[in-house]
């Protein structure tokens, strides 16, 4: 197991080894995933976060309650 400590910033190092298994380079992006108390950090391409920002503005409009109801049986 590896650690890290919280700047006062709210900053992270990743430890050399983490860097070096995902692959992960000065610059480079990362996204994490939240699952409850458990966060999932990946690295990803730069492409797929100007995708998820135009994809997310055009999911909005599928978030009604009645969208959920006439899609959770699907």
Do not use: C, N
């Not at 480079?28 to 990946?42: A, C, M, Q, T």
């Not at 503005?57 to 599928?62: H, K, R, V, Y």
Request: aromatic letters at 6%; zero cysteines; a negative charge.
């Amino acid at each position: 197991m590896l650690a890290s400590r919280v700047s006062s910033k709210g900053q992270v190092t990743l430890p050399k080894k983490v860097r070096e298994i995902m692959g992960v380079k000065a610059g480079d992006s990362v996204i994490y995933e939240i699952e409850g108390d458990v966060v999932k950090l990946r690295r990803t391409e730069p492409i797929d976060i100007a995708f998820h920002s135009a994809l997310s503005s055009t999911l909005d409009e599928w978030t009604t309650k009645e969208d959920d109801d006439a899609f959770r049986d699907l």
